[in-house]
């Protein structure tokens, strides 16, 4: 048999137990674990997060680049 005796853990436990439809708060509170172990051991490492992004950028950089304008071009934004 489980106790809670802080207020805002059972307001979390019921809450939980009501949008999952556990049984108990216990159940409630088993499933939420879970979750939340699962939820972490999926996270992607902040390492490869960051080198997927480097390499989208350094892929970016690697395309061909327009030509620069030229100041007749430039002007032309400027006109109306």
Do not use: C, Y
């Not at 939420?32 to 992004?53: G, S, T």
């Amino acid at each position: 048999m489980l106790s809670i005796r802080d207020r805002e853990i059972r307001t979390l436990a019921e809450a939980v137990m009501r949008t999952r439809g556990a049984p108990t708060l216990t159940a409630a509170i088993k499933l939420a674990l879970h979750n939340e172990i699962r939820r972490a051991e999926e996270e992607i490492p902040l390492r490869e997060r960051v080198a997927a992004l480097r390499a989208r950028a350094l892929a970016k950089a690697d395309r061909p680049r327009l030509p620069a304008l030229t100041d007749d071009e430039r002007d032309q934004f400027w006109e109306r």
